[in-house]
C-alpha cells in the first residue's frame, strides 16, 4: 500500500492524505445519489463513510505487491474536501495501474477532476515508475469519459453490456495511457469538463 507524505499541488487544488478530519465533507459526498450513479456503491452513511475512511487511513505506507494511493483533493478557495481519488497499480515486472474516484457534484464542470487525473499520473509514471494506467467508467458516464482523456487518456475497449450493476446491463469503457504516450502530452492545458470515474475508495 502507499499514502501521500507530502501534499501535491496542482494549478487550482491541494491533493493530500486521507484524514479523519474530512468525515463531514466526505459522508456529503458518498451520500450524494448523482456520485453513486455510475458506480459500484450505494449511497452511504456516515457510519459507512466512518468505516471505509478508517480502514484507509489504516493503510500501511510500505509498497507492496499491490497498492491503493487515496487522495483527499481540497479546495484551497473552500478549504473543502470536494473530492476522493485512487492510483491503484501492482509492483511487478508489468508495472500496470489504475485511476478514478468521485467528485461532489457542486463541482462538476470545472476541469477539476481532469487536474485531479494528470496529478494521479504523474505520481503513477514519474514516481512510481508505472509503464500503463487505465481508467474504467460506466459506458453512459460521458463526463468521466471526456476527463479521462482530457487527461490524455484514449479508448481502447468498449464492452457491452458486460457487467449488470443496480439490475440493468451496463457497458464498460476502458481508458488508457502509457508513459511515453504521458512524456509526450501537453501538461499544462486547461479543462473545462468533468465527472467522476470508478473505482471507489
Given at each position: 500500500m502507499a499514502q501521500l507524505h507530502e501534499p501535491r499541488r496542482t494549478q487550482r487544488l491541494i491533493l493530500r492524505k486521507p484524514e479523519l478530519a474530512d468525515l463531514d465533507d466526505l459522508s456529503l459526498i458518498y451520500a450524494n445519489e448523482e456520485v453513486n450513479r455510475y458506480l459500484y456503491s450505494e449511497p452511504r452513511d456516515r457510519a459507512q463513510t466512518l468505516a471505509a475512511l478508517?480502514?484507509?487511513?489504516a493503510r500501511p505506507r510500505e509498497i507492496s505487491s499491490e497498492n491503493e494511493l487515496t487522495v483527499a483533493?481540497?479546495?484551497?478557495?473552500?478549504?473543502?474536501?470536494?473530492?476522493?481519488?485512487?492510483?491503484k497499480w501492482t509492483a511487478n515486472e508489468h508495472r500496470q495501474g489504475e485511476i478514478g474516484g468521485a467528485l461532489h457534484p457542486e463541482f462538476h464542470g470545472q476541469g477539476f477532476a481532469t487536474e485531479v487525473y494528470r496529478e494521479l499520473l504523474n505520481i503513477g509514471f514519474a514516481d512510481y515508475s508505472l509503464h500503463r494506467l487505465v481508467g474504467s467508467c460506466?459506458?453512459?458516464?460521458?463526463p468521466s469519459i471526456k476527463s479521462l482523456t482530457k487527461a490524455g487518456l484514449h479508448q481502447e475497449a468498449h464492452f457491452v453490456e458486460n457487467e449488470f450493476v443496480k439490475g440493468e446491463w451496463t457497458d464498460e469503457v476502458v481508458m488508457a495511457i502509457r508513459i511515453d504516450q504521458w512524456k509526450g502530452f501537453p501538461k499544462g492545458d486547461e479543462v473545462h469538463d468533468d465527472g467522476v470515474g470508478a473505482p471507489n475508495p
Open positions: 478508517e480502514k484507509i487511513i483533493v481540497i479546495s484551497p478557495e473552500s478549504g473543502r474536501v470536494i473530492g476522493y481519488f485512487i492510483l460506466d459506458g453512459r458516464n460521458t
